[in-house]
């Protein structure tokens, strides 16, 4: 397996505004996964896209995946205070074990 | 009704002494996790267990030993406590292990004095 980078590590936006977060990754991928971790909380798992599939959309979160630079990205559109969290990438491909970077810490002011 | 669950959630010992982590999954889950996640956040897996037999070591020190008695719970006990040991430690599970979305407990924080 192999570690995500986030970038940036930090991000500080007004509610309602756009959030964008990259991840970087080295080898070749199977899928890579988004979660989110709220201060003092377990990860909750966001989104999964396949190394197939170049965009996917859960509610208010777009994920795009690009494997010829391998990195991929996470928009929260139209943020909101609760959305204040870490977010964190988990490129896969061992099938059974993720490895996570230190994470980007969002924090939404209302 | 709590999926993955964690006891103790905070847990400060003294340097040398011995303590463990419970861990239980009632999602029917084949595969169970320990991470450690470190003061600046990095999550690293620690063991991965499928069905009660281990698949993952990270190369963890021997003082730590997990221990699977069903596929529902997955313990870790940790001997000989050290200061390095502090952290936020966190069981997971997931469907198989060919299934990767992994669904986390709520953490342990372990504090080594």
């Known amino acids: 397996s192999q570690q995500g980078e986030e970038d940036p590590q930090a991000l500080s936006i007004q509610e309602g505004e756009n959030a964008t977060m990259n991840c970087s990754y080295k080898?070749?991928?199977?899928?890579l996964q988004w979660y989110r971790q709220n201060s003092g909380r377990g990860l909750v798992h966001l989104i999964l896209i396949r190394s197939n599939e170049r965009e996917k959309h859960s509610g208010r979160l777009r994920v795009t995946l690009d494997t010829s630079k391998k990195s991929s990205s996470l928009l929260i559109t139209a943020s909101r205070a609760a959305d204040t969290a870490s977010y964190f990438c988990?490129?896969?491909?061992?099938?059974?074990?993720?490895?996570f970077g230190g994470g980007t810490r969002l924090m939404v002011k209302p | 009704d709590t999926a993955v669950s964690q006891t103790p959630k905070y847990l400060v010992t003294q340097m040398g002494n011995d303590k463990s982590i419970k861990c239980e999954q009632n999602l029917g889950h084949d595969t169970m996790y320990w991470y450690k996640q470190d003061s600046k956040k990095f999550l690293k897996i620690m063991f991965s267990y499928n069905n009660k037999e281990l698949i993952i070591n990270e190369t963890v020190p021997n003082r730590f030993s997990p221990k699977s008695p069903d596929k529902a719970h997955l313990n870790l006990h940790i001997n000989s406590l050290e200061l390095g040991d502090s952290a936020v430690y966190f069981c997971?599970?997931?469907?198989?292990?060919?299934?990767?979305?992994?669904?986390f407990g709520p953490g342990t924080r372990l504090t080594v004095l």
């Open positions: 988990a490129p896969d491909n061992a099938g059974n074990m993720l490895t």
């Open positions: 080898t070749s991928i199977n899928n």
């Open positions: 997971a599970s997931s469907p198989g292990q060919r299934t990767n979305e992994q669904f």
